[in-house]
C-alpha cells in the first residue's frame, strides 16, 4: 500500500522511504472505522500535522510534539497470527518522510529515563516490512518504563485478545498532554504525555471502549467511554460513529497483567484503587481543564 503524507494545506502522497518531492493520488481509509481518520477537535493542535500511512496503520504526526497525536490500525485475528511468528527486532528510525522540524532521533531519548513507546505495538505488525514502520519514531512517545513494560503492555494484550475473540476491530492510540506540565526530553525537546490511552471500535459488537493510563513512575490504568476519552485529550478516534455508540462502554476485555507487572503483582492489582488516588485524579482534573475547549 502507498504512504499518504497529508496536511491543512493539501495531500500528497510517499511510498515509504521516498522523498519528498514523490507524489502519488491515493489513500488509507480502510485503516479507518467507516473509512474516516480520528478528528482533531483543536484548531491549534492541528496545526503542522501531517499524516502518513503504513501497510497496517496510519498516523497523525506533530510538528509540535514531533511525534503522532495519533496511531491507527484496523486489527484482524488474521494478521496478528502471523504477527505472533514474527521475531521481534527494536530497530528505531526517524521517520524521513517528515521535514526535518517534524522528525524525533533515538539521540532524544538517549539517557532520558524514558522508554520508547509504541502507539501502534510491533506485536501487532504481520511482516517484516509492517513491523518495521511500527519502529519509526513518528509512532512513538516517551513513556515511563513503569508503563511501559507493565500495565500498557497489559492494555496491548488485552485488546489483541479481543481482535482474536471478535476477528477484527479498530483502534486508535494516542498520547495526552497537559500544556501545565513542560517536561521534555532530548535536545529536539520531545514534549511527555502526561496520559496515553488505546480507543477501539468492535464492529461485530456494534460497540466501543477506551483505555487511559497515567504516564507516571507508578502508573495506573481505566477504562472509560469513547465519548469522555474525547473529552479528555480533544481527539474522536471515531467520528463517523454515532454519539450513541461513543457514550457507552462495550464490554472490554480487562488489562492484562505483562511479564514486568506480574514482578510487581501488589501493584498490579491495585491500579484501579491506584487510579483514585488524588495525584491521579489532580492529574486527570488539570487535563480535562485544559484540553476541553
Not at 37 to 56: F, H, I, K, W, Y
Not at 153 to 160: D, L
Not at 190 to 202: E, G, R
Request: one cysteine or more; glycine letters at 8%; proline letters at 9%.
Amino acid at each position: 500500500m502507498p504512504k499518504i503524507f497529508w496536511s491543512v494545506t493539501g495531500l500528497l502522497c510517499l511510498p515509504f522511504g521516498a522523498l519528498l518531492t514523490v507524489a502519488e493520488a491515493t489513500t488509507c481509509p480502510d485503516l479507518f472505522a467507516k473509512g474516516v481518520p480520528p478528528a482533531v477537535l483543536s484548531e491549534t493542535a492541528r496545526g503542522g500535522t501531517v499524516m502518513l500511512c503504513n501497510d497496517q496503520y496510519a498516523v497523525l504526526a506533530s510538528e509540535q510534539t514531533r511525534g503522532p497525536l495519533w496511531s491507527a490500525e484496523d486489527l484482524t485475528e488474521e494478521n496478528l497470527e502471523i504477527a505472533d511468528r514474527m521475531q521481534r527486532h527494536d530497530s528505531f528510525q526517524p521517520d524521513t518522510r517528515l521535514p526535518l522540524p517534524m522528525q524525533a532521533f533515538t539521540s532524544d531519548y538517549t539517557r532520558s529515563h524514558y522508554d520508547r513507546g509504541h502507539m501502534t505495538p510491533s506485536g501487532d505488525a504481520a511482516g517484516a516490512a509492517a513491523q518495521k514502520q511500527s519502529f519509526l519514531l513518528s509512532n512513538i512517545v516517551p513513556q515511563t518504563p513503569e508503563l511501559n513494560r507493565g500495565p500498557w503492555e497489559g492494555v496491548e494484550s488485552a485488546v489483541r485478545g479481543w481482535a482474536r475473540e471478535e476477528g477484527e476491530i479498530f483502534v486508535v492510540t494516542g498520547p495526552g498532554y497537559d500544556p501545565d506540565q513542560s517536561q521534555t526530553i532530548g535536545s529536539r525537546r520531545i514534549p511527555v504525555p502526561a496520559v496515553t490511552w488505546k480507543a477501539v471500535y468492535d464492529p461485530a459488537g456494534n460497540g466501543t471502549g477506551a483505555y487511559v493510563c497515567l504516564n507516571t513512575a507508578h502508573p495506573s490504568c481505566r477504562i472509560t467511554s469513547v465519548a469522555m476519552l474525547t473529552r479528555l485529550v480533544n481527539i474522536d478516534p471515531f467520528p463517523a460513529l454515532p454519539a450513541s455508540m461513543k457514550d457507552h462502554v462495550a464490554g472490554m476485555p480487562p488489562i492484562r497483567e505483562s511479564p514486568y507487572a506480574l514482578a510487581k503483582q501488589d501493584r498490579t492489582r491495585k491500579l484501579l484503587k491506584e487510579w483514585g488516588k488524588k495525584a491521579a485524579q489532580k492529574a486527570l482534573r488539570a487535563l480535562v481543564k485544559s484540553l476541553v475547549p
